[in-house]
């Protein structure tokens, strides 16, 4: 299936341009984020933020990272 076939896809996607379509550019990361994460809830989608995900660079386990 192609992304832009996917229904999930174009719902975050679209989600995420209506963020930036009212906030523009310049912004620090979290002011996204927390647009984001509301859009995505406005559209019935859970949205979890800063989640910890296992880092491995250049062979290294360097733990969980947020």
Same mark, same amino acid.
Request: one cysteine or more; glycine letters at 8%.
């Given at each position: 299936?192609? !992304? @832009? *076939? @996917?229904?999930?896809?174009?719902?975050?996607? &679209?989600?995420?341009?209506?963020?930036?379509?009212h906030?523009g550019? &310049?912004? !620090?990361?979290?002011?996204?984020e927390?647009?984001?994460?509301?859009?995505?809830? *406005?559209a &019935?989608l859970?949205c979890?933020? *800063?989640?910890? !995900?296992?880092?491995?660079?250049? *062979?290294?386990?360097?733990?969980d990272?947020?």
């Amino acid at each position: 299936m192609e !992304l @832009d *076939q @996917d229904p999930l896809t174009f719902r975050v996607i &679209g989600a995420a341009i209506e963020v930036h379509k009212h906030l523009g550019p &310049g912004l !620090l990361e979290s002011a996204y984020e927390h647009c984001l994460c509301w859009e995505l809830e *406005q559209a &019935g989608l859970t949205c979890n933020r *800063q989640v910890p !995900l296992p880092v491995r660079y250049k *062979q290294v386990e360097l733990g969980d990272t947020a």
